[in-house]
Structure formats: structure tokens, C-alpha cells
């Protein structure tokens, strides 16, 4: 299995607290990636990284930011929660130059309440 | 945008056969083929790219008609284990950022 680890694995939290989910792999792979996963929506980009410090936005971004200080780590964070980002959070990672597939991390559960 | 899959939800008997559609408004590079069971993380199956190469898994197949912008994943002789939603990614130059559909629901009976 790739090396991507998230935590925490399940959040409750309040309305309007900061939020921040962290995906750490060990693999070296340049790409990063959060996805939201919803019924109804399947697999929704929030936002990717293309090495340290680079990163873009995806196609669901608005009150999420991510950064990414070193190649293992991407952080997304929801500075203030609402209860339409209750869902659950995937963390994928990829090396293009070598394979073709992304691996993704075993997702986080998070409730805003 | 989102590609569209059809069905969304299909119930077969061990031993039959499935189709999965995935079509895009938009041209594309690739299509990525990933399958999710309950409760745990999406795994990569198949990608077809532009030109007609495909890597991916050794007992699924699929096809890719550039023109249309649709893919099809094809699942033969299904067993137990093919049960789970099959999510079609889709590209619209290089791996880097992949769409999903919403994801087709499989489920394989005895």
C-alpha cells in the first residue's frame, strides 16, 4: 500500500471553529490532492499541489486554503466550518513522471455541527 | 464539469456481464477508471489515454472513443469482489487534475 497517512480519521467540530486535516505521505510523490466526497456528487477536487509551496485550486475551493511547507505534507484547512462541509475528505497522492494512478489516503469523516 | 456516468446503479448475478458508461462535454486526454468499496478509499483500475494506450487492471477492460468524449468500462464474468462504485476521472491535458463522475453503483449477487 502507499505511504498516506490522514488524520485525524473522524472530527466533530462546531460552526464557525478553524478546521485544519492533514495528509502525509511517505512515497516522494510530487503531486497532492484533496478531494470532498458527498452522495449525489462522487469525488470532488477542493484544491491540489504540484510541489512545495505550488499549489491550485479545484473545482469545490471556496472556504477551504491548503498549504504544503514540505513535499510530505498537505494541510487543508476551513477557517471557519459550515455544515454543507460535513462530508468526507480524501487525500490522494501521484507521481505522473512514473505512473498514471493516484492513491488515496483512507479519508477523514468530518461533522460540522 | 463533471462527466456523466450511466447507470447509476446496477445489480447483477455472478457471471453476467456489466457496462459502465462515462461521457465528457469536453475533449479529453485521459479517462481514469477507479472502483470504491464501502467504506474504504477509491483504487485505481484503468486509465485510456488520447491515442489509444491503456494500462490497467488485468480481468477489466474498457475503450475510449476520442471523438465522442466517452469512455466505457467493461466488467465480464463478475464475481463477489467487483461489488463497490466505479468512478470515471476525466482529463483534459496531462494526469495532473482529474474530474470524477458521481460514481456508479455495482453490486454482485450470488
Known amino acids: 500500500d502507499a505511504g498516506i497517512t490522514q488524520s485525524p480519521r473522524h472530527k466533530v467540530t462546531e460552526t464557525g471553529t478553524p478546521v485544519t486535516l492533514r495528509c502525509h505521505q511517505t512515497?516522494?510523490?510530487?503531486?497532492m490532492y484533496w478531494y470532498r466526497q458527498d452522495p449525489g456528487h462522487g469525488l470532488r477536487l477542493i484544491h491540489y499541489?504540484?510541489?512545495?509551496?505550488?499549489?491550485d485550486k479545484g473545482e469545490v475551493s471556496d472556504g477551504y486554503s491548503v498549504s504544503r511547507s514540505k513535499t510530505e505534507d498537505f494541510l487543508l484547512t476551513l477557517e471557519s466550518a459550515t455544515s454543507s462541509q460535513t462530508s468526507v475528505y480524501f487525500c490522494?497522492?501521484?507521481?505522473?513522471?512514473?505512473?498514471?494512478?493516484?492513491?488515496f489516503g483512507q479519508g477523514t469523516r468530518l461533522t460540522v455541527v | 464539469q463533471q462527466p456523466v456516468q450511466s447507470p447509476q446503479a446496477v445489480i447483477l448475478r455472478e457471471g453476467e456481464d456489466a457496462v459502465i458508461n462515462c461521457s465528457s462535454s469536453?475533449?479529453?486526454?485521459?479517462v481514469h477508471w477507479y472502483r470504491q468499496k464501502h467504506g474504504e478509499a477509491p483504487v485505481f483500475l484503468m486509465i485510456?489515454?488520447?491515442?489509444?494506450e491503456q494500462k490497467g487492471h488485468d480481468k477489466i477492460s474498457a475503450s475510449f472513443n476520442e471523438k465522442k468524449q466517452q469512455s466505457s468500462l467493461y466488467l465480464t464474468a463478475s464475481q463477489l469482489s467487483y461489488s463497490g462504485t466505479y468512478f470515471c476521472?476525466?482529463?483534459?491535458?496531462?494526469?495532473?487534475?482529474?474530474?470524477f463522475g458521481i460514481g456508479t453503483k455495482l453490486q454482485v449477487i450470488p
Open positions: 490522494a497522492i501521484s507521481e505522473p513522471t512514473t505512473a498514471p494512478e493516484a492513491f
Open positions: 512515497e516522494n510523490h510530487r503531486y
Open positions: 499541489s504540484y510541489g512545495v509551496k505550488d499549489t
Open positions: 469536453k475533449a479529453l486526454y485521459s
Open positions: 485510456l489515454l488520447k491515442g489509444g
Open positions: 476521472g476525466t482529463n483534459s491535458g496531462g494526469y495532473q487534475k482529474v474530474t
